[in-house]
């Protein structure tokens, strides 16, 4: 959904010590309290209604009781801590976490450097635009369009319309600003946090989506390392029971048309 990879980093680490003589990376092994498994989140707190922070600095959003089910399903006990997005896969590389749960599309290109479980939620783009406005995505050709920088969004505009002028922005909020000020004339994004901002702030009431979503076949699941591949059986376990049981589709509606992901 939200990023594709930002670079290539070439080694995968391990958590766990390799033994002497024997240079062959071992699977990880969480930390346990107890016996009681401890799991270290990441997430990105800035892309509402998947992953934010509310007036009290608490996280809030679907992907954030996601993971509380998830962690639960587990038996396991889950710390979240918000981190920039560029950081989130080095992190995770030099074991300051366990896993990263924030919209990461698993593109062939990151699964070189990590691990991903099955999909939790499938992703299309939608371009938004003023109200009125008869442009749809073939009609941006010379025109200012915003995407978050590092984004399927962005990287889709680049391969498939290069006379657009792209306006990249640090975070997904910035760019509704430059939208609503007039200071682009469309946003390309996420078909749910395009959603959510035009049905849920004074600044989205004056526009919306232009033509049909875009089906560009992006699955979002969360990243491990490559080695910890009984770590992601696990979440793979526990989303496939959430989703059979019906946790699954209740925790999306509180935020959005559980349809907009399937």
């Known amino acids: 959904m939200k990023k594709y990879v930002l670079g290539t980093a070439a080694a995968t680490l391990s958590l766990t010590l390799v033994a002497c003589g024997n240079d062959k990376p071992q699977e990880s ?3 346990t309290d107890g016996g009681k498994v401890q799991l270290r989140i990441a997430t990105e707190s800035n892309y509402k209604p998947f992953s934010y922070l509310d007036a009290e600095g608490k996280h809030q959003g679907f992907e954030i009781d996601l993971i509380h089910a998830l962690c639960e399903e587990m038996k396991a006990e889950c710390t979240i801590t918000s981190y920039d997005w560029d950081s989130l896969i080095p992190g995770l590389i030099a074991d300051k976490y366990d896993a990263i749960f924030a919209s990461m599309s698993a593109t062939e290109e990151r699964r070189k450097t990590v691990n991903f ?12 635009g003023k109200k009125g406005d008869t442009g749809t995505i073939a009609d941006i050709d010379g025109k200012n369009v915003a995407a978050q920088q590092a984004t399927v969004s962005s990287q889709y505009l680049e391969k498939n319309h290069p006379k657009a002028n792209l306006k990249i922005y640090d975070k997904q909020v910035n760019a509704y600003l430059d939208l609503a000020a007039g200071r682009v004339d469309y946003l390309l ?9 035009l049905n849920n702030t004074e600044q989205g009431k004056g526009f919306e989506v232009k033509g049909e979503s875009i089906d560009i076949n992006d699955n979002v699941a969360i990243a491990m390392r490559q080695s910890d591949t009984e770590l992601a059986n696990n979440f793979n376990a526990a ?4 989703k059979a049981n019906g946790k699954y589709k209740e925790i999306a509606g509180k935020y959005f048309d559980p349809a ?3």
Do not use: G, H, M, R
Not at 239 to 242: E, H, K, V, W
């Open 117 to 128: 479980s099955e999909p939790y939620f499938n992703n299309k783009l939608v371009l938004v």
């Open 29 to 31: 092994q969480p930390a």
């Open 260 to 262: 907009l992901v399937e």
């Open 189 to 197: 994004s996420d078909i749910a946090p395009a959603t959510d901002w």
């Open 239 to 242: 989303i496939a029971s959430l």
